[in-house]
C-alpha cells in the first residue's frame, strides 16, 4: 500500500507541476493575444476618428466633439472617447467620464508631446481601464490628443475562465491517476507479487505437481522475477524429489545414479580435477532474433545427455561456435559460463570458416563416415579436398584442448563422436600424461564396409589414441575390435576386449549412452495432465481425434520416417475404424539440408505427408501433422507427455535417445514405444513393441496393438521401461566413464609436454 501512496503523490505532484507552468505561460500568451486585439480594435478605430476630430479641434467646435464622443463611446468594451487640446485641456468627453477622470491621463500627455500612439492600463475613479491615445494632427502641427477608454475586465474573466478550466482538469487527471495507478499497481505489481507468494509457498510446501490451487504465474512487468523463482522453485522441486529418492534408496538398500553421487564420485575419483568434454556441436547457441540475441538449446540426443552431466561437474566443454552471435557472447579466449540462468561450467567455443565447416562437418563426416556406420543404403562420399579439412579441423580442436588443459595434471578428457577421431592421438602425442576417452555414439559398421574408407587406418589410428573408446552396445565393440585386426598390426586381446598398440592400451567398453531421469509424480496427477495436453496440442493443431501418436526426430535417411508414415497409411487401411480417431505428429528438425540427400528427404517427407493427408482427411480432421521446425526440449516434453503411442523406427542407430526420453517423460506410467529393433535402445527397452521398421505391415499392426492393448499391461510395461531408464541414467553412465579413465594409471615415464 505505501508504494501506491508513493507513486501516487509523486504523479500527482507532477501533474500540478506541469499544469501550473503550463496554464501560466497559456494565460500570458492569452494576455498578450487580447491586449494585441484591443489595440489593433482601437487603432483602426481612432485612425478614423482622427480625420473627422481634427478639423474639428482646430475650430473649438465642442458641440460636434461632444456629438461625436457620444457616438463612439457606447461600443463593446469601450467605456468612452475622450478629446483634448494641445494644453491637455478637454474639449469633450463621453457621459460619465467627467466624474472619473480628473486631469489628462499619462497616455493623453505622452502622445501629444511625442507625437506617437501609446497603449497601457490606467486607474479612473477606483476602476481600471485600457487608454489607448494618440495626437491629432493638422497638416504638419500636433494640436490635440484623442484617447479611447476600453473595459479590460473581459481579459480577467478570459484569463480566470483558463486557471479555472485547467484546475478541473487537474483535478480530473489527478482522479485518473489515483484510479489508474492502483488498478496498474495492483494488476502488474502487487497482483502478481500476491500470486507469485502463493504460488512460491504451495512449491515450498511441496503442492508443485498434482491438483494444484495456483497456477504458474506468467510474465509481463516481473518477468524476470518469475523466471528466476520459476528457476529456484524447479531447483527445489528437483532436490526435493531426488531426497526422496535417496530416502527410497537408503531404505531398499539400493544404488541409484544421482547428480549429487556423481558429484560425489567425481571427487573421489578426480580429487577436485575438472572434466574436460569436446564435441563438434556446442550445448548453447546464441542466435540474431531480429535486434536481439537469445541463447537457445541445440536440438540433438548428446546436448540432452551432456549437459546436466556437465552443470554436475563444473568443467570445460570445447565445442563448434555455430551461432551468428556466438562472438559477442564470449570473452576474448571463446569462453564463457553456462547456461546463461544457473552458470555451472565453461563453454570454449572453437570458430571455424565456411570452408572448414563445409569440408569437415558437412562433407567427409556427413557425407562420408555417417553413412558409412549406418546401413541405410546410402553411399558414402569420399573426397581428398574433405579429408584435409577434416586433419585440419581436428587439429584446431586439439590445439584449443589443449590450451585448455595446461594448467592441469593428468586431465580427464571424454571426445565425443565420429567428428572427433584424429583428436585423440593428436592429444596423446602432446599430452601422453592425460587420460582420453572417445564415445562412438553412432554404430560401428563390419570390416568389410569400413574398408570403403580410403583413409580407414588414420581414422583407427587417431581412435586408438584414447585411452577408452565406448560404443552404445557389444556388438558394436565386436565389429570395431574385428576392424582393428583386418587393417591394423596391433594385437587384440578378446579376453579383455583391449588393442595394445605398443605404447599403450585402449580398452573397447559398451556403455549405453542414456538420459536423466526426473519423474516421480502420480500416477492420478499425471494422468489428468495428460488429457489437458492432448487436448491442447489438438486443439492448436485444428484437429479433432481421440489417439495421438508422435515421432520426434531430425530429418534424416537413417530414422525411417518414410516408413514410418506408410505404416501410419497401412494402418488407415488396415483398421479404418481409426479414421478420425487418430492422429500422428511428427515433429521433424530439419538437418544438414546443404546436403542434397537431406535436402531430397525433406521434400520426400513433406510430399508423403500431403498425400496420406488428400487420400485420408476430412473436416476437422487429418492423418499426419508434420511440424517442420527446431524443436526444443521444452516444447517436446508435451507431446511425450500427451501421446498414447511414440514412435522410433530408425533404419539403424547407435541408441536413438528419443525412446529413452519418451520413457522418462511418461510420469502417468502410461503410452506405448515403437521401438525400432536396429537401434541399441532396443536391447535395453524390451517392453516396447520391437519392430522391423522395413516392414510396414509389422509397423501398421504395432500401432493398432498398442491402440488396443489392456491398460493394465500397457502400465505395467511402461513401468518396467521407466526402472531400466531410472537405472540406467546419464549419470550411470557418466559414472561409469569417468570411473574407467580416472583409475587407469598414467604412463609414468613421460612428463607433460613443456616441462
Known amino acids: 500500500m505505501k508504494i501506491t501512496i508513493r507513486l501516487v503523490v509523486s504523479l500527482v505532484i507532477a501533474v500540478t507541476l506541469v499544469t501550473v507552468a503550463f496554464t501560466a505561460y497559456q494565460v500570458r500568451v492569452e494576455r498578450g493575444r487580447l491586449l494585441a486585439e484591443i489595440e489593433r480594435r482601437a487603432n483602426v478605430l481612432a485612425e478614423s476618428l482622427q480625420e473627422s476630430v481634427g478639423p474639428l479641434v482646430e475650430r473649438r467646435s465642442l458641440e460636434r466633439l461632444r456629438l461625436i464622443s457620444e457616438k463612439f463611446g457606447n461600443r463593446e468594451r469601450l467605456k468612452g472617447v475622450a478629446i483634448y487640446d494641445f494644453n491637455g485641456i478637454p474639449l469633450a468627453l463621453t457621459s460619465g467620464l467627467e466624474l472619473k477622470i480628473s486631469g489628462p491621463p499619462e497616455q493623453i500627455v505622452t502622445a501629444i508631446s511625442e507625437n506617437r500612439a501609446i497603449g497601457g492600463f490606467a486607474q479612473y475613479g477606483g476602476e481600471r481601464a485600457y487608454v489607448y491615445a494618440l495626437p491629432v494632427v493638422q497638416g504638419e502641427s500636433v494640436i490635440g490628443g484623442l484617447a479611447l477608454l476600453y473595459d479590460p475586465s473581459f481579459i480577467d474573466l478570459r484569463l480566470r475562465d483558463i486557471w479555472k478550466y485547467n484546475f478541473v482538469r487537474l483535478l480530473t487527471m489527478s482522479l485518473s491517476i489515483v484510479v489508474i495507478t492502483v488498478l496498474v499497481v495492483r494488476w502488474s505489481i502487487t497482483g502478481p507479487i500476491a500470486h507469485i507468494s502463493d504460488w512460491a509457498r504451495e512449491l515450498r510446501l511441496g503442492k508443485e505437481k498434482g491438483a494444484r490451487s495456483v497456477d504458474r504465474p506468467r510474465g509481463d512487468v516481473l518477468a524476470p522475477l518469475v523466471k528466476e523463482v520459476a528457476e529456484m522453485a524447479r531447483s527445489l522441486a528437483v532436490a526435493r524429489e531426488r531426497a526422496d529418492e535417496e530416502v527410497k534408496l537408503r531404505v531398499h538398500s539400493e544404488s541409484l545414479w544421482t547428480p549429487n553421487r556423481l558429484k560425489e564420485k567425481m571427487k573421489v575419483e578426480l580429487g577436485g580435477k575438472k572434466l574436460f568434454l569436446v564435441s563438434n556441436r556446442e550445448p548453447y547457441m ?108 581436428n587439429a584446431k580442436f586439439a590445439e584449443a584442448l589443449l590450451k585448455e588443459i595446461a594448467g592441469e595434471e593428468s586431465p580427464l578428457v571424454i ?58 552396445i557389444q556388438s558394436h565393440c565386436n565389429n570395431f575390435l574385428d576392424t582393428v585386426e583386418s587393417f591394423l598390426q596391433a594385437k587384440v586381446n578378446w579376453e579383455m576386449f583391449s588393442v595394445n598398440r605398443g605404447e599403450g592400451v585402449t580398452l573397447v567398453k559398451p556403455l549405453p549412452i542414456s538420459v536423466d531421469f526426473n519423474g516421480t509424480s502420480s500416477r492420478s496427477a499425471a494422468a489428468g495432465e495428460r488429457e489437458a495436453l492432448k487436448e491442447n496440442i489438438f486443439r492448436e493443431t485444428g484437429i479433432h481425434a481421440q489417439y495421438l501418436g508422435i515421432g520426434v526426430d531430425r530429418i534424416d535417411y537413417t530414422k525411417g520416417i518414410p516408413e514410418r508414415f506408410k505404416a501410419v497409411e497401412r494402418f488407415l487401411e488396415k483398421y479404418p ?26 521434400a520426400e517427407v513433406e510430399e508423403m505427408a500431403d498425400r496420406i493427408n488428400w487420400r485420408f482427411r476430412t473436416k476437422g480432421w487429418k492423418p499426419v501433422v508434420l511440424l517442420k521446425a527446431h524443436h526444443s526440449h521444452q516444447t517436446i516434453i508435451p507431446f511425450y507427455k500427451a501421446a498414447d503411442v511414440c514412435m522410433v523406427t530408425s533404419l539403424h542407430d547407435g541408441m536413438n535417445l528419443v ?34 521398421p522395413y516392414d510396414i505391415e509389422e509397423m501398421a499392426d504395432a500401432i493398432y496393438l498398442s491402440l488396443t492393448m489392456e491398460d493394465e499391461k500397457r502400465v505395467e510395461r511402461m513401468r518396467r521401461m521407466r526402472a531400466v531408464v531410472r537405472e540406467n541414467n546419464i549419470y550411470c553412465w557418466a559414472g561409469t566413464l569417468i570411473s574407467e579413465l580416472a583409475r587407469l594409471r598414467a604412463p609414468e615415464s613421460v612428463a607433460r609436454s613443456g616441462e
Open 286 to 393: 546464441h542466435m540474431k532474433e531480429g535486434r536481439d540475441v537469445k541463447c537457445i538449446v541445440p536440438a540433438g540426443g548428446l546436448i540432452t545427455a551432456l549437459d546436466p552431466v556437465m552443470r554436475v561437474c563444473d568443467g570445460v566443454w570445447v565445442a563448434h561456435g555455430s551461432g551468428d552471435s556466438d562472438r559477442e557472447a564470449t570473452d576474448d579466449c571463446g569462453r564463457l559460463r553456462v547456461p546463461p540462468e544457473e552458470p555451472s561450467y565453461t563453454l570454449r567455443r572453437v570458430w571455424l570458416t565456411k570452408d572448414e565447416e563445409a569440408g569437415y562437418y558437412y562433407g567427409f563426416s556427413n557425407e562420408g563416415i555417417w553413412p558409412l556406420c549406418h546401413n541405410t543404403h546410402t553411399r558414402p562420399l569420399f573426397r581428398l579436398e574433405d579429408w584435409v579439412k577434416y586433419q585440419e579441423v
Open 659 to 692: 525412446a529413452k526420453e519418451f520413457v522418462a517423460a511418461r510420469d502417468d506410467e502410461d503410452g506405448v514405444l515403437i521401438l525400432s529393433k536396429f537401434t541399441g535402445a532396443s536391447r535395453e527397452l524390451t517392453d516396447s513393441l520391437i519392430v522391423n
Open 577 to 602: 475404424e481409426f479414421i478420425e480417431r487418430f492422429t500422428f505428429v511428427e515433429l521433424g528438425a530439419p538437418s544438414r539440408t546443404y546436403i542434397k540427400r537431406y535436402h531430397d528427404l525433406v
Open 415 to 472: 571426445i565425443q563422436d565420429y567428428h572427433l577421431a584424429l583428436v585423440p592421438l593428436l592429444i596423446k602425442e602432446k599430452r601422453p600424461d592425460a587420460r582420453v576417452g572417445i564415445f562412438w555414439h553412432i554404430p560401428w559398421p563390419n570390416p568389410e564396409a569400413y574398408g570403403i574408407c580410403p583413409w580407414h587406418q588414420e581414422i583407427l589410428a587417431g581412435m586408438l589414441g584414447a585411452d577408452i573408446i565406448g560404443f552404445h
